[in-house]
Each structure stands twice: as C-alpha cells, then as structure tokens.
C-alpha cells in the first residue's frame, strides 16, 4: 500500500529580501541601484594625474578611494571591473613649469658674464611688477577681505619676502638670483618664454612627475589601472573627435582655435543637457576661466568665442608652446576634450562608471559629458558619476596660504600606507575626510586594537597547528557562531548601501570585541579553534577585500611577518618563552634578566612577549621589528605633542593673564603714533594724524573696551579672592 505522497512547502522556508548594491550617484545626488551595461563586466575611467608636480594627500583622497571601491566591486561583488586612467600629460600647468625650468637655468648660466647691476635691475623691475599685482589683488582694499584670493595673496606675499631679503650690497650674484627665484622665473618667462619651443623640454618634466606620481600610488597600494592612456598619444584621435563635433554644429573655428559652442548644446531642440552636474554654476565665470587654463585667458581668447560659456577644444599654440598639426594649424588639445576621446576610445560610447574628485565636476566634468553626448548623440556617456569628497588639513581646506600642504611623500614619512587607508575606510568615500593628528590616532588606534586580535588569535592557534583540535561547543560559542553570521549579514548590506566602509569598520569592531571577551573568559580552558579560525579570516579576507592586508596574508596584517617567517621562529621563541618562566620560578636574581629579555630583547627581533596572570603562558606576538620601531616612534611623537600641548597651554593663560591685567583705560594709550586725543575712559576719539575717529570705528573701539573691561575686573577680583584665602 503506498504512502501518502510527499509535498515540499516552499512557505516555510523563511523569504527575506536580499538588499541590492547601490552607488551614490553625482547625477541624481542619490543612491540609485548599480545595473552594469553588459552583465557581470563593469568599464570604469577614472580622471588621473596633471604631472607638473609631486602629488598631495588630495590626489590620495581621490585614489585611495577609488582604489578601495574598486577593489569592492572585483572581489567582493565578484565583477569584472575593467579600468581605464589617463595621464594628461599636455597642460597649461606643464607648459610654463618646464619652460621656467629650462630658462632660469640658462639666465643663472649666463648671469655670471653679466654684471651684478644687470640682476640688480632685474629684480627692481620684479619688485614693480610685484606691487602693481598686489595693488590689482586687493583693490586698495585690505589684505583681510574675504573676498580676496587668499591662495594668490599668499604667493604674492611669499614672493615679496624673498625680494625684500635680498642686500645688494653684501649679497653675490648667485646669493641675489637664488632668493629673488620665484619672480625672476615669472620676469624671463615673460622675455624668452617664447624661445622655448623644444617638445622634449615639455615631455621630460611630464614624464618625471609621471613616474613620481605612480611610485607614490605604489607606496599607497593603489593598484594601477587596467589601460593607461596619455593624451600625447592621442591627438589623431582628438583631432577626429573635435571634426565630428564641428560637422555636426557643436563646435566651431576662431581664429585658429576650436570651441564648444554650449548654447547651441543647450538649445531644447538638440535634446540634451548642459552642467547636469552643477547646474548652478553654469555662469560662475572664476570656474570657467579655470578651466580654460593660465595660459589662455586672455582678452583676446575671451572674444573669440561666441560666449564666455563656451570652452576650448583646441588651443591654437603660441610660441614657447608644444604643437601638434591640425585642419586648423598648430595648436594642443584643450583640457576637457582628453578625457573624453581617451575614455571613448577604449571603453566606447556608454561606460558603467566615472570617478573623479569632487572639485572636478564643473567645468570639467560636466564639459566632458556635454562633448561626447554632442559626439555620440546619446544622454548616457556616463551612467554613474562617482565623486571622492573634499580633504581637509587638521580642519582646513588643503592651501599653501595656510601652511598645511601635505605631499603623500611627507605623509608617509609619519604613518603607513594601511594607516593612512584606514583612516580613509572610516569615513564615508564621498564626504569630506579631515586628515589630522586627531582623525589618524584614531586610525592608528584602530590598526592597534584589530592587530592585538590576530596577533592573540594567532598566539592561541598554534597550539591546533593542523586544525584537527574539534569539541562540543558552547552555549558561549554557538552564539558567537550566530554572532559571525550576523555580521557578515550586516557587512554585506553595508558593502550594498554605496560601500559604506565606516558601518563595516564597525561591525568588524564590535565581532572583534566580543570575541576578546570570550578569549579572556577562557582562562586555562581550551578554546574552540574553529570558531577563532573562521571570525579571524573572515575579518582578514574583508580587510583583502580593502586592500588593507595583501592577499597572501592567511590571517591578520601581513606588514613585518609572513608565514614562512612565523613557522621558522615561532619553536625558538617558545624554547625562550619557556626558559624563562622556568628562571622566573627558580631564581629571583634572574627576574631582571628576563623581564631585560621581555622588554629589550626580544622586541629588537619584532616580538612582543606578554605576560598573562594566573600562571597562564605568556602570549607570543611576532609583529616585526619595523612595526614595533614605527609603534616606539609614534608613541615618542604623541608624548612630545602632548607636551608641546602643555606648553602651548600655559604660554596661551600666561598671554590671556597679561593681557587681563591690563587696565581697560590705558589699553589704547601705549601707542601714540595710531591714537592722539581719549576721552575721559581712555576710548580714542582722535587718529595719529589728528582726525576725528568716525562712528563705526568707535562702536568698535567702546566694544573692545568694554570686554577688556569685563577681563580686567575678572582679575581683581580673582587677586583678591586669592589674596582673602
């Protein structure tokens, strides 16, 4: 007789939604869901490097973070990531650079056949020149205006110390040309710039500053892109590109040059869209101006186009700068077509992902676009336009006028490369990151606490050296097993929610606490091995993913050890670690000598060799020497900051105590050569010259007065406070 038949019940399978990747998208300033053209293969360009210069931590902002998103999409999501970068190696930034470079050697050269007067002369005229741009800066406004270029004043002033600590009369030729440098540069560019017409004077500095830059991204652990594009080898197929656009109407000949003719790209009849990015910028003429470049903005330059909007697409050259043939003769690209035509040709007319800095969107973003969908005929040349955000110094934006421009060479010289890649995996990829003293202790403290966990972790897996060591597990244990799922649950879904490394930073701390808790709760009790083994790789993998620890790490940070070193000394260093718990137990005279071993020893190998209580064997820590070095120097670094701190602190309540003793009715008399005439509180009522103060600036002065009165009062009363007591 037969059964009754079986049925599978798919409802009681529990159905939950698995969450889908989403990329914060700079079109739609959301998170929109990622759907690749073709599959499972994703083409990505990324805007590289203008090699005039040694990069910054702005350039590792924007590389680390496209590096670690990268990275995401291949290994965790498991994508054929396809990547292109360009070099742009043709710029206005390199033309002037590399001629300023070739003529001022030639000028200290020659200036030894000149006489001394001839300099002299020269950085008289620097001097001149120097006042009458200060003088255009400013306006005959004050040097405090918000609105004043502070980047350019500062330069300006920069420059004007260098000429005001030249002495004609002590300093030599040599002594004189070399503080006077920064304007004399500018000075002879200006007379035989025009002389420089050597292609290779251009190519030789792009190429050193190329190499520069991709010896730093190696330092960092970027990974280089798939495809390096540079646009020295691409102008056949900019000239192409910019013909096309010319014979379909949205662009044009001027005197030579070739422009973008944005009106007619905006027009509703030609179905596109102009500044999809930053719409609101499309007037800011500062913007427009920067992105046409130093050396071609000029009067001139402005009324060849139809509108100021309009942007070069080809730059007719003057002399002293590179060219190349074109139907419209000798000229360069412009900046913003190289992207375009570079990208298009090897990832074609519709790519998956563009990334870029977020100071790039307008103008050259939003002009890339506007080009190739003019080329192309289509509103989708780019379909996700990923933006890294803006860095910060210790709280301020990145300037040379501030005195906080930080190249990644000086960076590295304090921190390592993970430190500095975890910093950026703690803060979300397209909001503005603070790099500082405060952001990388946390940071460094982070790499710390995740370090001491695969190191203990480690320490105790030697003892189930073929992973053979199985047992009942715990009620502890088997929550700890959930806990694992759990976070891999939530790590995925933060990986979905546009890479949101600071959530998955936070998972993996939380998992990473709790199983120190179950370790220290252990006491001589055996662990479960399987358990340790599967959370530290699971941690280890995700940190691979990140490309904070290389890929032949098994478990943990792989900087300063590796297995094969581990394996080799890990029996001498229990044979010590045994030796002297035995000498400990035996003999009080060898205490010193063993904790000598402990302290002095045996961290000069890169060991770390830490007592527990209780008996327990002491847990042995190979973390390499350079790493326990690196540990020594940041901890001498924080205790000098702490005491420069302290001192800053003190010198600071000295100045304020001074500055509180000061009676309110003597504070403006002290300089007569500024105030002439008080009135009875000793407020000024008269200037130096003997004019009547007007009313502003008196509120202003009464103001003053007023708080230095509340300070002084403050003080007599705390003098006799003090003296009472």
């Known amino acids: 007789m037969a059964g009754p038949s079986f049925h599978w019940n798919s ?26 053209l073709n599959g499972r293969t994703v083409t990505w360009y990324c805007c590289g490097p203008t090699v005039y210069d040694s990069s910054h931590m702005g350039h590792a902002r924007a590389y680390i973070t496209f590096d670690i998103i990268k990275r995401i999409l291949r290994d965790y999501f498991c994508y054929d990531v396809f990547a292109v970068m360009n070099v742009t190696d043709i710029d206005d930034k390199i033309i002037k650079r590399a001629r300023q470079k070739v003529i001022f050697e030639k000028y200290k050269k020659d200036s030894s ?12 005229e620097c001097k001149e020149a120097l006042k009458s741009e200060l003088s255009k800066l400013t306006g005959g406004g004050s040097m405090s ?77 970027i990974e280089a892109p798939d495809v390096l594009t540079r646009v020295t080898e691409y102008v056949p197929e900019i000239v192409i590109f910019i013909n096309k656009l010319i014979s379909k109407g949205f662009a044009y000949e001027s005197n030579g040059s070739v422009y973008f003719d944005v009106e007619k790209f905006s027009a509703p009849s030609s179905g596109h869209c102009y500044a999809k990015l930053v719409p609101e910028a499309v007037n800011d003429q500062a913007l427009l101006m ?118 990644i060479k000086s960076a590295l010289e304090s921190y390592t490369a993970t430190q500095i890649r975890i910093l950026f995996l703690l803060h979300e990829w397209s909001s503005t990151l603070d790099y500082s003293y405060d952001t990388m202790k946390e940071a460094l403290s982070y790499e710390k606490y995740l370090s001491e966990f695969f190191l203990a972790v480690k320490d105790v897996l030697r003892a189930d050296p073929n992973c053979d060591k199985m047992r009942k597990v715990t009620e502890v244990e088997k929550n700890l097993f959930k806990s694992l799922t759990q976070s891999k649950s939530e790590i995925h879904a933060h990986f979905c929610d546009s890479f949101n490394t600071p959530r998955v930073m936070s998972t993996i701390k939380t998992l990473v606490s709790s199983i120190n808790s179950y370790l220290s709760s252990l006491g001589n009790e055996q662990p479960n091995f399987a358990l340790l083994r599967a959370v530290a790789s699971y941690i280890t993998n995700i940190l691979q993913v990140f490309g904070a620890v290389t890929k032949s790490s098994s478990i943990g940070f792989s900087e300063g050890s590796s297995a094969d070193t581990d394996t080799m000394l890990i029996p001498f260093l229990e044979t010590f ?137 403050k003080f007599l009363k705390d003098q006799k406070n003090a003296t009472s007591s």
């Open 290 to 407: 920067d992105g046409e470049g130093g050396l071609s903005v000029s009067a001139l330059q402005v009324e060849e186009k139809r509108s100021p909007r309009d942007f070069a697409l080809w730059k007719k050259s003057k002399a002293g700068e590179p060219s190349w043939e074109s139907p419209w003769g000798l000229g360069r690209p412009g900046w913003h077509i190289e992207c375009s035509v570079m990208a298009s040709d090897i990832l074609g007319q519709s790519i998956d992902i563009h990334g870029g800095g977020v100071d790039l969107k307008f103008p050259h973003h939003d002009n890339e676009i506007a080009q190739s969908e003019a080329y192309f005929g289509n509103n989708d040349w780019i379909r996700y336009f990923l933006h890294s955000g803006h860095l910060n110094i210790e709280g301020r934006k990145m300037s040379k006028s501030l005195k906080n421009f930080t190249t």
């Open 577 to 713: 670690a045994q030796f002297r718990e035995d000498a400990r137990q035996c003999a009080f005279t060898l205490l010193k000598s063993c904790d000598v071993l402990r302290d002095d020893i045996l961290p000069n190998h890169g060991v770390r060799l830490e007592d527990k209580a209780g008996g327990q064997k002491a847990v042995i820590k190979y973390v390499g020497k350079e790493a326990i070095e690196r540990e020594r120097k940041q901890a001498e670094e924080l205790k000098e900051r702490k005491l420069q701190e302290k001192e800053n602190q003190k010198k600071r309540l000295q100045e304020q105590n001074a500055q509180n003793r000061v009676d309110p009715r003597d504070m403006f008399k002290g300089d007569t050569s500024k105030y002439s005439a008080f009135d009875d509180r000793g407020v000024p009522t008269h200037l130096g010259d003997g004019s009547e103060i007007g009313e502003a600036q008196k509120k202003k002065l009464v103001k003053q007065f007023e708080a230095q009165k509340q300070k002084f009062e």
């Open 11 to 36: 409802g009681s399978v529990r159905q939950s939604e698995e969450p889908e990747l989403k990329l914060y998208n700079s079109f739609t300033k959301r998170k929109d869901k990622f759907v690749p």
């Open 145 to 221: 205006d918000k609105n004043l270029d502070k980047d350019k004043l500062f330069k300006l002033n920069s420059v004007k110390t260098q000429l005001d600590s030249t002495d004609y009369k002590s300093d030599s030729v040599d002594e004189l040309i070399e503080k006077a440098k920064d304007a004399l540069m500018d000075l002879i560019d200006k007379r035989h710039g025009h002389e420089v017409n050597d292609k290779a004077v251009f190519e030789d500095l792009a190429r050193f500053y190329e190499r520069d830059f991709f010896d730093d991204m190696n330092k960092l652990g």
């Open 113 to 124: 056949a000149v006489p001394k007067e001839s300099v002299v002369a020269d950085i008289e």
